[in-house]
């Protein structure tokens, strides 16, 4: 597990190290710029020309500092001061003293054009910047990425905002990032990762108790994690102990996402799956999945067959509902019964987050929502542009304000339960495919079953079908991948 800081906490992170443990931030920003440099040296050649482009914050500070080290080993360097030199912060200025004593060149800003410059660093603006870039700013951003040159940005490409990955005005392009201390939630999320290229996360000496002292950082998940983030399973375990999943849902006009629901519950471990669907889908889902049990939601009428439904409730350890069950009344009187007599967890996915309220929501203690940006929208009251442009805040006020557990998805998706979040990493274009939610749904459930607390269930599922994605693009294509391909994949992750 790593962590993903935002602007504010990447400044806690300073502050403690800086005023608490009494570190002087020269020390901090010359480690900063030796990891810097290690990286441009095992990468380019001494002959290779490196142009560092520095603003006039600590940022730009770095990048002296970098540039005076590499200077001294031997490569050609220079620097471009842009802004303000008035305006430097007091370390920024001591390291440009510094360079300028060690006869480090300074160039003007056509130098970026030059062909005597093969590689640019980017050391303008950190991850606190908070305006859209103009001026001369964004003349010398637009010239470095019409360069065609090599790449390096210092801690985050210049314009990318470092708590959601937005473009301010422009950005640099890089090819590769090197952040320090931590990796920033900017370089993760959309449009963001897309600028940063390759990140490298650089170990500045940040003590321990810095770290700690950052409030509800954001997490997310590496493929060592992943043994740890799967349920146990006992040696002498059986189909009851590894829990039952009920997936109600299914109309009888769209049965399949109600299919690949069950069918990923099975995958991802659950002892015993239990579809609850229209009478008339009976014959199809268990010719679909023959392992799986079957409970008719109807009576041949319009209204619930409720005893049907209390069988099923009595049977769940944890309950999916809403893929493919409609919109009809039928639907709503099922997803008000379920909603007020269901005291076990529940996944609410597809149509069930349409015919639910917040005022529901707020009765239930134990609710995984997964709506997709469109459904989002019409729960959160927001447009869909804002919920993608404030995917994390959105999630955060969301469940704070509901006491749920929200999986905001997207292609970054977003996991908060008001207090902690975690962001997905795992998966690719090739998931953008009708029925990819509900695979997510059976195997969040499936992990729910087996005793996962529900954050962990949901965060874990959301980054295990994103790997099964993975696996799949990595043998085939993002253009073939399907739904039920994901559940064919989770074998080789799991």
Known sequence: M????????????????????????????????????????????QDSGILIVCGS??????????ARMLHQHGFRTAVVLVGDPEKMTPDARKQLALAA?????????????????????????GVGLSRDIGGVYEKVIKDINASGK?????????GINGDDGRVMNVAVRADVTVTFGVNKLGLVLYPGCQYAGEVIIGDIGYPRSSYEAVEDPVFYFEPEDLPALLPERAPDGHKGSFGHVAVI???RKMSGAALLSAKAAYASGAGLVMICSAKANRDLLLTGCPEALFEAYDTGEEEPDFMALDRVLSFADTVVLGPGLGREKLAEQITAYVLKNCNKPIILDGDALVLCSREELKEQS??????????????????????????????????EDTGCILVGKDARTIVGDGSRQYVNVSGNSGMGTG?????????????AAQGKPLFEAASAGVYVHGLAGDYYTKTYSPYSLTASALIDSLKNIL
Request: hydrophobic share 45%; charged share 20%.
């Open 2 to 45: 790593r962590y993903l800081f935002t602007s504010r906490q990447s400044k806690q992170l300073d502050d403690h190290a800086i005023n608490i443990i009494g570190f002087p931030g020269l020390v901090l920003m010359e480690k900063a710029a030796m990891t810097l440099v290690s990286v441009i040296m095992e990468r380019e050649e």
């Open 57 to 66: 914050g600590n940022n730009g500070g770095d990048g002296l500092a970098a």
């Open 101 to 125: 004593a060690c006869d480090v060149p300074v160039q003007s800003e056509e130098a970026v054009a030059s062909p005597v410059f093969s590689v640019l660093v980017d050391s303008l603006f």
């Open 150 to 158: 090599k790449i390096y940005a210092v801690d985050i490409p210049s």
């Open 249 to 251: 849902g299914g109309s």
């Open 366 to 399: 134990s609710v995984i929502l997964t709506p997709h940006p469109r459904e989002f929208s019409a729960l959160f009251h927001q447009e869909i542009s804002y919920i993608k442009e404030h995917l994390g805040e959105a999630v955060r006020k969301f469940a």
């Open 435 to 447: 029925g990819s939610g509900d695979v997510l749904t059976g195997i969040i459930a499936g992990f």
